[in-house]
């Protein structure tokens, strides 16, 4: 039993490797952005039916096309 503690030290011991880092926070980083685009572009739960969305959100609705830009 002691053997095997002394591995579980010896592992926790190590530092974690720097791409197990990046990968971890690029991840999150990607899932917030994600979620935020969804949460904005989606209904709104009730109490943030009057929320203004920002700037960086873009829009995923198709807009109509105008006339002029049927005949061209």
């Known amino acids: 039993m002691s053997e095997y503690s002394e591995f579980l030290l010896a592992a926790a011991a190590r530092p974690f490797p720097l791409y197990f880092t990046l990968v971890y926070a690029v991840g ?40 002029s830009e049927e005949e061209s």
Do not use: H, M, Q, Y
């Not at 952005?33 to 873009?58: M, Q, T």
């Open 28 to 67: 999150l980083v990607a899932a917030v952005v994600i979620g935020l685009i969804a949460f904005f572009n989606s209904k709104r739960p009730v109490g943030w039916e009057d929320a203004k969305k920002p700037d960086l959100i873009p829009d995923l609705t198709k807009k109509k096309a105008t006339n």
